[in-house]
């Protein structure tokens, strides 16, 4: 069973960093491309930030470009989205999500993956 598992997020005042992480367990973690997603109070889901399987492709969506890294450790099957510089238009809750690809990353953050994770909460204060 696959098991998707997002951590980390919390309250900070705009500015201010977080780091998320997200483990995956009952797959093949290496075979699978990665990416982090964020739906906001009465907004859509967007991708944020994707990573291919084997990281050498990654992906930001525009509005956080420059501020968020993301990352991933194959060996630990587990993701990162590290956050700086926060905004409170970057309150939402964070999803983490799993797709077998070897597409780059791009292309896995416009697509429908296969796997996703129950969130966790980021609230950025003014």
């Known amino acids: 069973q696959v098991q998707v598992v997002e951590s980390g997020g919390g309250l900070v005042q705009a500015g201010g960093s977080l780091r998320l992480s997200c483990t995956a367990s009952?797959?093949?973690?290496?075979?699978?491309?990665m990416g982090w997603f964020r739906q906001a109070p009465g907004k859509e889901r967007e991708g944020v930030s994707c990573?291919?399987?084997?990281?050498?492709?990654?992906y930001y969506t525009d509005s956080v470009k420059g501020r968020f890294t993301i990352s991933r450790d194959n060996a630990k099957n587990t993701l990162y989205l590290e956050m700086n510089s926060l905004k409170p238009e970057d309150t939402a809750m964070y999803y983490c999500?799993?797709?077998?690809?070897?597409?780059?990353?791009?292309?896995?953050?416009?697509?429908?993956?296969?796997?996703w994770g129950k969130g966790t909460l980021v609230t950025i204060s003014s």
């Open positions: 009952g797959l093949t973690f290496d075979d699978y491309a």
């Open positions: 999500a799993a797709r077998r690809s070897r597409f780059n990353a791009q292309w896995v953050c416009l697509n429908t993956m296969d796997y």
């Open positions: 990573i291919s399987y084997g990281g050498g492709s990654t």
